[in-house]
T-cell receptor, first 115, second 114 residues
Framework: NAGVIQTPRHKVTGKGQEATLWCEPI?????VFWYRQTIVQGLEFLTY????????DSGMPKERFSAQMPNQSHSTLKIQSTQPQDSAVYLC?????????????FGSGTRLTVL | AQKVTQTQTSISVVEKTTVTMDCVYE???????LFWYKQTASGEIVFLIR??????ENATVGHYSLNFQKPKSSIGLIITATQIEDSAVYFC???????????FGQGTKLSIKP
């Protein structure tokens, strides 16, 4: 079991460029989550999917951020027109089922730096 | 709205002693789940232990145990016989029943000295 795989590990973009972050959940896991981690805000929930369907995107900035899960083996987080304040570690997590008691398994994260 | 608060920014203890980390939470739900996760220096986040709100017994896993005080909306993490490798940032988190979103506290950095 390879765990949750996130690529790339590091990404540097110029202000105004687009960034796409990839996540491969643990095989067989039906729920996929995206979080953002910064020193100031800590671990912030962005969005999550259940069986590839978007369930809660209440943490997603309304503009420029979008997430998709086209199949059960990967999810993407896309940030358009990146801004310096988007610099953060973006973490993907998955859980076996979408249950309130279920444990989340986190990937190693993608560190996004916007210059 | 849900909220999780960890007021201790950092703690430093000597190896082999016991440490307690505090966490208080806010929720309107009568049923919920409380979690502790650990983030190592490499950035890896791993699950440690869970407390179900309807259970009166404090959860225990290995040298981790919880001090669940429901009337105070408090869920403390106790680590006994600390080891150098316990040095990490510890996050408290909660999830309401039938909710997918897991809300995290700000974290407490634990340093274990030899």
């Amino acid at each position: 079991n390879a765990g949750v795989i996130q690529t790339p590990r590091h990404k540097v973009t110029g202000k105004g460029q687009e960034a796409t972050l990839w996540c491969e959940p643990i095989s067989g896991h039906s729920a996929v989550f995206w979080y953002r981690q910064t020193i100031v805000q800590g671990l912030e929930f962005l969005t999550y999917f259940r069986n590839q369907a978007p369930i809660d995107d209440s943490g997603m900035p309304k503009e420029r951020f979008s997430a998709q899960m086209p199949n059960q083996s990967h999810s993407t987080l896309k940030i358009q027109s990146t801004q310096p304040q988007d610099s953060a570690v973006y973490l993907c997590a998955s859980s076996l089922v979408d249950s309130s008691a279920e444990t989340l398994y986190f990937g190693s994260g993608t560190r996004l730096t916007v210059l | 709205a849900q909220k999780v608060t960890q007021t201790q920014t950092s703690i430093s203890v000597v190896e082999k002693t016991t440490v307690t980390m505090d966490c208080v939470y806010e929720t309107r739900d009568s049923s919920y789940f409380l979690f502790w996760y650990k983030q190592t220096a490499s950035g890896e986040i791993v699950f440690l232990i869970r407390q179900d709100s309807y259970k009166k017994e404090n959860a225990t896993v290995g040298h981790y145990s919880l001090n669940f005080q429901k009337p105070k909306s408090s869920i403390g993490l106790i680590i006994t016989a600390t080891q150098i490798e316990d040095s990490a940032v510890y996050f408290c988190a909660m999830r309401d029943y039938n909710q997918g979103k897991l809300i995290f506290g700000q974290g407490t950095k634990l340093s274990i000295k030899p």
